[in-house]
Structures are given as C-alpha cells and as structure tokens.
C-alpha cells in the first residue's frame, strides 16, 4: 500500500507546490489526480519517490518510509515504483530492447549496467513483455524511430520489467491522439488487474479520469479539494478544482424552521403560546 501523508514541497522561490496533500493508493486499483495546469499534479508524482524532493510530509510504501531514506537504501526502494513519464524518457539512440531493459538496471552491477550486460531471464522476461504491450518484432528498432504511442509502449514495458510494486503515471497521453491515448489507459489498467499492484496516474483529460480511473484525486493550487469515485465527479466537484469555486454549506442557508415545521406554523404554536 502507499501512503502519502501531508505532502509538502516549497521551492526556494518561496512558490508552494504542495500544500499538505495526503493519499492512500491500496490493491489494485488505477487512481487518477486531476486538475488544471500549476496545480501541482507532477509534483506530487515525482516528490512521492522523491526524483523531486519534497520539504515536508511522509511517504511509505508496504511500511517503508520512502522520504527517510538516501543512497543504496533509496536507490532500491525506487525499484519498487515504477515511472512512466510524459515525454517517455528513452535514450533514443538505443534500440526498444535496450530501453527496455534499463528497467533492470537497478539489479545488477555498475559494471554489467555500463556494458548493458543483462542476466538471461531478463531478457526472456523483456521478450514477452514487448509482446504483451504490443511490440513484438521492434525489439531492434532504435527509439527515434517509433510512434509517440510506441514510445509510450516502451516506457510501459521498461516499467513492468522493473516488476515494481506500484506504477507512478506522469501525463502518459497528452501528446497523443484521442485512439491511441485509450489504448494506452486500457493497456495501463489491464497492468493493474493482471499484476495485482495499483496504478497512480496524473493526467489532464477527466473523461478517460472518469472512464478508466477507480478513485479520483482533484488538486488545485497544491491542495487537494476532491477525492472520490468518478461518479462523485459533479459539477459542484468539478467548479471547485477547476475554477476554484466554493461548495455551498447547506447548514449556513437552512432557515430556522426547516426542523419540519413551516414559518406559520411556528407562528400559529407562538400566537396559542401568548394566548395561554
């Protein structure tokens, strides 16, 4: 399970970009954080295995609390998170298959790292991991040379090969057309269901949010102001996170008579009162 608790991160600008924001993510489920530009949605994504580091709050995941850790120690907790970023984050003159087993990285030496010298198992693992996302046959293809979608089918299969325990999702179909942006969230959602592990993903469109997502996080500027199933995502939920709109308190516009009883009643009980 990860747990986020209260959150911060102030850059020394004195912008805050996180204000206190804390999260449960549990099971399998794919949890979506929305919000407009500037909210902090990125933020709170890199800060939680701390490739941005935050200033204040906790984060754990299975017990291990992430934020107390540094060095080798932080290095292999980072096994554990899978990330799968927005500009996918591959070395485009490497071919697929080499991108891809940069997930395993993390598990061998530095010397078989700078050879790329990967255990066998691996690379059968890295096989049918290609095939899985669907790029079988471009193991050899370099980077540069595939589709957005491709690529963000490599950042996929490079995350999976880490066989992480959660998978941080930073705007994975911005720069992709409406087609090929759903095949990524079915293939992301199809990942949580089969590997059993939970799906924490930042994204800008709230129809695939509401389409795709178990729970929605809504944040806005650093704070969060929504949490809840897609189906919670009204209009109200909606004005306040994009246009910072209050929700109406209820109790603050109940006139004194709505325990039941109508005004003229009252009045009628109050004029009996004055008679007896």
């Not at 120690?73 to 927005?86: K, P, T, V, Y």
Request: charge should be negative; glycine fraction near 10%.
């Amino acid at each position: 399970m990860l747990s986020v608790t209260d959150l911060q991160k102030t850059y020394p600008s004195g912008d805050e970009a996180l204000k206190g924001v804390s999260l449960d993510v549990t099971g399998n489920e794919t949890v979506a954080v929305i919000g407009p530009s500037g909210a902090g949605k990125s933020t709170f994504i890199r800060c939680i295995n701390r490739l941005t580091e935050p200033t204040g709050g906790t984060v754990e995941l299975d017990g291990l609390e992430i934020t107390g850790l540094s060095g080798k120690e932080l290095r292999n907790a980072r096994r554990d998170m899978g990330m799968i970023f927005q500009e996918y984050n591959l070395i485009e003159r490497l071919t697929v298959m080499e991108n891809v087993l940069s997930g395993r990285l993390g598990y061998v030496s530095t010397w078989n790292a700078f050879r790329r010298k990967f255990d066998g198992d691996d690379i059968e693992r890295a096989y049918e991991v290609l095939e899985r996302v669907g790029l079988e046959g471009h193991e050899n293809n370099r980077a540069d040379e595939l589709s957005g979608g491709q690529r963000q089918r490599v950042g996929i299969a490079r995350a999976i090969l880490q066989r992480p325990k959660i998978l941080l999702v930073d705007e994975p179909t911005s720069s992709l057309d409406p087609e090929t942006s759903r095949a990524v969230m079915d293939l992301l959602v199809e990942i949580a269901d089969e590997d059993d592990i939970p799906v924490l993903i930042n994204i800008h469109e709230v129809d695939l949010a509401e389409e795709y997502s178990d729970q929605i996080v809504g944040l806005r500027d650093g704070e969060k102001v929504f949490e809840g199933t897609p189906e919670d995502l009204d209009e109200t939920a909606r004005g306040q996170i994009y246009r910072g709109e209050e929700i109406p308190d209820e109790s603050a516009v109940k006139s004194p008579s709505d325990d039941g009883s109508s005004a003229s009643d009252s009045a009628t009980q109050e004029g009996a009162m004055r008679r007896g």
